[in-house]
């Protein structure tokens, strides 16, 4: 389970539809949200978009993985399409906030990859929120507000990424994915391999 998290507008939907481009073995846990759309947004691929009483049974009859209020809606992961995913051997990458992190940590343990993506600058934040031009000056500004908040969590995570020129991050992110992947007990299946090995290098006798 992949995780990434910023204040709004540092880039993680760049990072992650990029990553999903050439990672065949990630699927991507789309989220339900209250929210409205953006222009642009598909319902079932960018978000599951879900009135506020959908949201709460869902949450009630545990069908959340981890839900959290966030910028005045709530947000949440779906638990269904995770454990499938990770049943049939995929890895699962999550655009969550810190709150949504904290709780899969408790839930899933250990098998668990968090990068946090930092802005190169609060102005260039600032700037990647209106080019984006997707949110009101209002939301903007919230979003601006609670930039710090998130922020603060940062220390969390076991990766961090300053997404300053998009190719060095993404090189960077990709790179993590590769290495935790290459951790040996990752490998499970390599363990009747390396027994074969050492089986066929011992001397006889
Ligand atoms: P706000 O209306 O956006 O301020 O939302 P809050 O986060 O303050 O939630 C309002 C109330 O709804 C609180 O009592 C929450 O505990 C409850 N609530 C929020 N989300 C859920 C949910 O997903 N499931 C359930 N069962 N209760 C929720
Ligand atoms: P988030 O998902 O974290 O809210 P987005 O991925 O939507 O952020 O990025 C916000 C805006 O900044 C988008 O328009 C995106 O294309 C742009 N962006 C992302 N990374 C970079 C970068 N390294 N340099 C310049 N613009 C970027
Ligand atoms: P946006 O409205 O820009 O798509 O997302 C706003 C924030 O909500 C981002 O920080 C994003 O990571 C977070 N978010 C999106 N989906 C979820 C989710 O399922 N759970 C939690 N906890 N946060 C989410």
């Known amino acids: 389970m992949f995780v990434l998290s910023s204040p709004s507008g540092a880039g993680k939907s ?48 545990g069908e959340l993985l981890e839900w959290a209020p966030v910028f005045d809606h709530h ?4 638990r269904g399409p995770v454990e499938a995913a990770l049943a049939g051997g995929r890895d699962v990458l999550f655009d969550i906030d810190w709150q949504g992190t904290q709780q899969l940590r408790e839930s899933v343990g250990d098998d ?12 260039e ?5 209106h080019t984006r031009a997707q949110d009101s000056d209002e939301v903007i500004r919230k979003r ?7 922020l603060s969590h940062w220390a969390e995570y076991d990766y961090v990424i300053v997404n300053d020129a998009f190719e060095a991050a993404f090189a960077s992110l990709r790179a ?3 290495a935790e992947r290459l951790k040996r007990e990752r490998q ?8 074969g090995l050492i089986r ?6």
Do not use: Q
């Open 112 to 123: 668990l990859v968090t990068v946090f993506v930092l802005p190169p600058s609060a102005a």
């Open 14 to 61: 760049a990072l992650s539809r990029r990553l999903l481009e050439v990672e065949p073995a990630l699927a991507m846990s789309v989220s339900v949200t209250t929210r409205t759309p953006r222009p642009g947004e598909v319902d079932g691929v960018h978000y599951h978009f879900i009135d506020r009483a959908r949201f709460e049974a869902m949450a009630a009859n």
């Open 200 to 205: 066929d290098l011992e001397p006889a006798g």
């Open 75 to 78: 947000y949440g992961t779906p």
């Open 176 to 178: 993590i994915l590769a």
């Open 188 to 195: 499970t299946g390599l363990t009747d391999f390396v027994r």
């Open 125 to 129: 934040l600032e700037r990647r929120l």
């Open 144 to 150: 601006m507000s609670k930039a710090a908040g998130e």
